[in-house]
């Protein structure tokens, strides 16, 4: 098993409160029992993409055989969970902030920690603050993240763009432990890892023939009106054609829309996911469509158990939600 030690132990929010007033008398302390900051950012807003076919001309619809396949030898998810610990005098904020991965492979029906990373931090822009304000952060016994570091404009930033800093650091903080866990296990073992999310923001997970992406939520949706059409049509055990995402500063990935369970009674999008696995340029249609029913099979065969009581049970697989549980448990 790879254990990833976390840096120091964790605070709880009201101890970095206590600490933060006798060394900053100034700072001004959160409001307790605040949701966490996640949820208060807006939404990403819905867009529409552009989706390349590389199986057939137009997307269409891809019934699987029942054939079965391997089950997946390992799960990787990530958490963040931030809070506001309090502002310094001129409104600066002071964001708490705890990420965490893990890696659980599975054998049969028993589950086990093949690696785990965890780490506390606090996250504040130094050039917004003065130096007694910094060092006062700096000596509470968590590791400070500066959040202007190289961007000189967030000096006299509003406060609420402080915090959106402090928000997207730490969620690239998480996806950094993410990907070190994947690296890790591409490195040493060569059997399939489900990754709960896509992988075009990593050159690691979008490179490797061991990952698989698996997108729950779907604000951005690939393809025109008319693929858009079969997307919201299919049936469960369907899966759309192979298509290629490649944007800028983004790993090219393969990918298509698969339906798990009967949307029927329920919103278009119920059920629904998107898969990236690794994308092969000198691959022909034929061995893309291969891939693709092989990997399809391999998703569809995670469905039982169901990831009951949690509300995304339609698209969330029961091993994903074994690591939510295990990363809730060590939160």
Do not use: N
Not at 42 to 59: F, K, N, Q, S, Y
Not at 96 to 101: I, P
Not at 153 to 160: I, K, N, Y
Not at 297 to 317: F, H, K, N, Q, S
């Amino acid at each position: 098993m790879i254990q990833a030690a976390p840096a120091g132990r964790d605070f709880r929010l009201d101890e970095l409160q206590r600490s933060l007033a006798r060394a900053l008398p100034t700072a001004s302390l959160a409001t307790a029992g605040g949701p966490p900051l996640e949820l208060s950012r807006a939404a990403e807003p819905p867009l529409v993409a552009r989706a390349d076919p590389i199986e057939d001309a137009v997307l269409r619809a891809h019934p699987l055989d029942g054939a079965s396949e391997p089950p997946f030898a390992a799960f990787l998810d990530g958490t963040q969970r931030s809070a506001l610990v309090g502002h310094t005098a001129d409104g600066v904020p002071i964001v708490s902030g705890v990420t965490a991965a893990v890696v659980r492979a599975w054998a049969g029906r028993a589950a086990r920690t093949w690696g785990h990373a965890r780490r506390h931090r606090l996250y504040a822009p130094r050039a917004a603050m003065s130096d007694s304000e910094w060092a006062a952060v700096a000596g509470l016994g968590v590791a400070a993240i500066d959040t202007a570091a190289g961007d000189p404009a967030l000096a006299d930033a509003h406060p609420a763009a402080h915090r959106d800093a402090a928000m997207a650091q730490i969620q690239r903080d998480r996806e950094q432990l993410e990907q070190q866990l994947a690296q890790r296990w591409c490195a040493e073992c060569e059997d399939a890892l489900y990754v709960d999310g896509g992988l075009r923001g990593s050159v690691v997970l979008a490179a490797a023939a061991q990952t698989v992406g698996v997108v729950k939520s779907h604000r951005t949706l690939f393809g025109d009106r008319a693929a858009r059409r079969v997307v919201a049509g299919l049936a469960a055990g369907v899966r759309t054609s192979a298509f290629v995402i490649a944007a800028p500063g983004r790993v090219p990935v393969t990918s298509w829309y698969l339906r798990l369970r009967d949307p029927a009674g329920h919103d278009p999008l119920w059920g629904l996911v998107r898969v990236e696995v690794r994308h092969d340029a000198g691959a022909g249609p034929a061995e893309v469509a291969a891939r693709a029913d092989r990997v399809s099979r391999r998703i569809l065969g995670e469905r039982d158990p169901v990831a009951l009581p949690d509300a995304r049970w339609d698209t969330m697989v029961y091993g994903i939600r074994d690591c939510e549980v295990f990363l809730k448990a060590t939160q």
